[in-house]
């Protein structure tokens, strides 16, 4: 059974960069296609990028691309997300999420909010 | 990108009624040489991680009540719940897996 715990809150200032964690138990972190995923208050779902394993690389979406990396850490077991060049509009719970094919295990959610 | 568009936005359904969520996709989501929809159906409470109910369009996860069904094929998709109960007020989402993952922008249902 994969369990994903995240990292705690944070409060960031526009512009300053964030890095969320999501330690895999039951698992090791390269067994699995990690992703993330965001929600904005009262909004949808947003899918931010992940390991392709067809390509066998991470892929970003495009709305994020240049702003967003995607890591595993294989002696702990963790993946992390790092988004940079924060703004107001970024403010959100973050998911990372995992499962083939498609999420059956969810992280708890991070909340990142941004504000000077 | 694919666009996944659900329809109602929200929809109020008395207890023991079906509830009959749609969503089309702005093109196939059916692998040819899989013979497979490359879609999946999320149920979301508030406070919570969304929770995978459906995937390949029909295929129920396990532990998901069988009052919840999907069905379609190619760009539009249905989830069915055969008799609401109060457990199942949430949102639900759909989402495809064919290219660059995308959802849709979600169905609030309620009694």
């Known amino acids: 059974q994969v369990q994903l715990v995240q990292s705690g809150a944070e409060v960031k200032k526009p512009g300053a960069s964030v890095k969320v964690s999501c330690k895999v138990s039951?698992?090791?972190?390269?067994?699995?296609?990690m992703h993330w995923v965001r929600q904005a208050p009262g909004k949808g779902l947003e899918w931010m990028g992940g390991?392709?394993?067809?390509?066998?690389?991470?892929i970003y979406a495009p709305k994020f691309q240049g702003r967003v990396t995607m890591t595993e850490d294989t002696t702990t077991d963790t993946a992390y997300m790092e988004l940079s060049s924060l703004r107001s509009e970024d403010t959100a719970v973050y998911y990372c999420a995992t499962g083939t094919p498609a999420f059956d295990y969810w992280g708890q959610g991070t909340l990142v909010t941004v504000s000077s | 990108d694919i666009v996944m568009t659900q329809s109602p936005d929200s929809l109020a359904v008395s207890l023991g009624e079906r509830a009959t969520i749609n969503c089309k996709s702005s093109q196939s989501v059916l692998y040819s040489s899989t013979n497979k929809n490359y879609l999946a159906w999320y149920q979301q409470k508030p406070g919570q991680p969304p929770k995978l109910l459906i995937y390949w369009a029909s295929t129920r996860e396990s532990g998901v009540p069988d009052r919840f069904s999907g069905s379609g094929s190619g760009t539009d998709f249905t989830l069915t719940i055969s008799s609401l109960q109060a457990e199942d007020v949430a949102v639900y989402y759909c989402?495809?897996?064919?290219?660059?993952?995308?959802f849709g922008q979600g169905t609030r249902l309620e009694i």
């Open positions: 390991f392709d394993t067809e390509d066998d690389e991470t």
């Open positions: 989402q495809q897996y064919y290219s660059t993952i995308t």
């Open positions: 039951g698992y090791t972190v390269i067994e699995l296609s």
